[in-house]
């Protein structure tokens, strides 16, 4: 799981670095469109999996959506990242995780997931 884990907090940083490196040339809503796209479609992929790991696991994922609020917004490493996630409408990683997680559980119990689930 740890090197699942790392592959994606890999990726999410290149993708991150190659955002940064038009960030210039972006506003800010197509910033946060590039960053939904392409960093949170990574994080969310296969989040069920990561329920109930510890949360040393799970925070490389976290420094992954911080990096990104910091580059959408503009703002330093100094700044704090709770007004930042809160003003994007982001969860934290590992309640994001949860939310996920029951939004399945809440589907399959009344009949709204795919017939697989």
Same mark, same amino acid.
């Given at each position: 799981?740890?090197?699942?884990? /790392? ?13 940064? /490196? ?11 469109? !590039? @960053? @939904? ?9 296969? +989040? ?17 959506? +911080? ?16 007004? !930042? ?7 934290? @990683? +590992? ?16 009949? /709204? ?5």
């Amino acid at each position: 799981m740890q090197t699942h884990i /790392s592959f994606i907090i890999k990726t999410c940083f290149f993708h991150l670095r190659r955002i940064a /490196s038009i960030r210039r040339y972006l506003t800010h809503d197509a910033c946060v469109k !590039l @960053v @939904v796209s392409l960093i949170f479609s990574r994080l969310d992929y296969c +989040n069920s999996l990561l329920a109930g790991l510890p949360a040393s696991s799970i925070h490389g994922l976290q420094r992954v959506q +911080n990096t990104a609020a910091r580059l959408t917004l503009r703002k330093t490493k100094r700044d704090h990242i709770t007004p !930042l996630l809160r003003s994007l409408h982001w969860l934290p @990683v +590992n309640t994001r995780i949860s939310y996920k997680l029951s939004t399945l559980v809440y589907k399959c119990l009344n009949d /709204s997931a795919p017939e697989y689930l």
